[in-house]
């Protein structure tokens, strides 16, 4: 009576990526990667069929390539059968992208979720699926689940996609996290939330391949083994997922600090597969040598790094903006910005600078300093 199934949502296949530039088009490939192993590892593992907790897609306007090269990766699942559950960004509209030729052009293996009734599938197994209609509502889609009755011996599943009310962010979709024990559920199946999260038998799946930066424990799917009804479910993560997000804010003070900073990125794996986002402060008095270190490492990391997101002002050395110019236009200039730091900008004519930002105003300051040292040398 057991069941084995692969748990998984939020592809977001046609996730727009522009501000990644020239990677934008590798990074798209990476999820195609991600999720064609969800494919090897459900042949592999011999599962008895597959969860997409919603959000497939990551909208209705996605370029009608993605929607093909997506049936044919889902294709490749063939003969295992595989629910998809619409979600916010791809909820079931009347000419929306489940309306489309190409999806059509999905096999028979591949079913598309359109109601809220029972399914079932195999070895005595019930899925209790609620699809999404709509992008917002503060609705519960699992209200309609009816609870276990005293003779139903079935391993009741759950498929949704939705905020569990102990995840901490403004809850769209509202599920009440009791809502495996109100309805006798062996397994609640989620989409939504982009990190792997178990809360009992209410699980995350969480994005197969990581969106964001703050994204907490993404890039995995779940392998779940139930033996029986109201048993408990034996979860293995499994990471697919082809890239790491990193982000470091460091104090550099010497070059122990460098070193340690290029520990952290090349002792976690291909420094190929990661997107990096690095915010460095130089200490007041740093050698000459530190500050030439830290610009190697940030040029290294732009030639090798997947993506690198690293500005070049932040390894360059902070400049005392109470040291004295000589006298001239770099002078004048200084003392313009000065006064209107103190606030004496009656004394001023009118311009866009009377309107500036102290702390914009000061960087003005700094970077005059910075031009006059490097006039002198």
Known sequence: MSVKFIHTSDWHMGLKTAHMGEKSRDLRHKRYQAASLIADLAKEERVDFVIIA???????????????????????????????????????????????????????????????????VANSAVLFPCPVAQKLSRTDPTGWIPERTADDGCIRIGVAHGTLD???????????????????????????????????????SGTPEQTRFDEIDPGNVVLVQIDSSQSEPVLTKKRVGQLRWREFTTPINDETDIMALHSSIYGNGAVSEQLLRIRTALAPGIS??????????????????????????????????????????????????????????????????????????????????????????
């Open 166 to 204: 102990v995840i901490p962010h403004p809850g769209n979709f509202p599920i009440p996290s009791d809502r495996q024990d109100r309805s006798g559920l062996d397994y609640l199946a989620l989409g939504d939330w982009h990190g792997f999260s178990r809360h009992g038998r209410t699980v995350y």
């Open 288 to 377: 000459q040598n530190a500050v030439n270190s830290v610009k190697s490492l940030r040029e290294e990391l732009a030639e090798n790094a997947f993506h690198l997101d690293w500005p070049g002002e932040t390894v360059e050395p902070p400049i005392n903006i109470s040291s004295e110019l000589p006298e001239g236009i770099m002078s004048e200039i200084d003392a313009v910005l000065q006064s209107l730091i103190d606030g004496n900008k009656q004394e001023m004519p009118t311009g866009p600078l009377v309107h500036t930002e102290s702390s914009v105003l000061s960087e003005a300051k700094a970077i005059l300093r910075r031009l006059y040292m490097e006039g002198k040398h």
């Open 54 to 120: 919603g959000d497939m897609f990551d909208s209705h306007n996605v370029d009608d390539r993605i929607v093909r090269s997506t049936v044919e990766l889902l294709n490749k699942f063939a003969p295992i059968d595989v629910f998809v559950l619409p979600g916010n960004h791809d909820p079931l509209l009347t000419g929306g992208i489940w309306d489309r030729l190409s999806w059509k052009e999905a096999g028979n293996h591949v079913r598309l979720i359109t109601e809220p009734k029972e399914i079932r």
